[in-house]
């Protein structure tokens, strides 16, 4: 199993921007598939953006389509959360997740993966 361990979480304000990483350790990475989730106080944990394992493939969710972008670059098993244009409501704990894969196939359901991150917090002020 892979580990992953995130960062670049953090403050900033409306209509600022943050870069996320999603760093993986112990497995052959591009074997997986990442997602990039995130969960609110109180609310469910939801699926963000999804990259293919070779990157081929992505997938972005309406409410973040046009300000973030997710990538990855296997050669430093790493993939990545550009987010631009934050709004309050993007303020959550962000996490990645990785689930094996055979094919360049996008995966959204959160109980398919079966690596995960502790998590970063991002908080957007108004």
């Known amino acids: 199993q892979v580990q992953l361990a995130e960062s670049g979480g953090g403050l900033v304000q409306a209509g600022g921007s943050l870069s996320l990483s999603c760093a993986a350790s112990?497995?052959?990475?591009?074997?997986?598939?990442v997602g990039w989730f995130r969960q609110a106080p109180g609310k469910e944990r939801d699926v963000v953006a999804a990259?293919?394992?070779?990157?081929?493939?992505?997938y972005h969710t309406d409410a973040v389509k046009g300000r973030f972008t997710i990538s990855r670059d296997n050669a430093k098993n790493t993939v990545y959360l550009q987010m631009n244009s934050l709004k309050p409501e993007d303020t959550a704990v962000y996490y990645c997740?990785?689930?094996?894969?055979?094919?360049?196939?996008?995966?959204?359901?959160?109980?398919?993966?079966?690596?995960w991150g502790q998590g970063t917090q991002v908080t957007v002020a108004s």
């Open positions: 990259i293919s394992r070779r990157g081929s493939n992505t």
């Open positions: 997740a990785a689930v094996r894969r055979f094919a360049e196939s996008i995966t959204t359901a959160r109980e398919l993966y079966e690596s």
């Open positions: 112990g497995g052959t990475f591009s074997s997986y598939g």
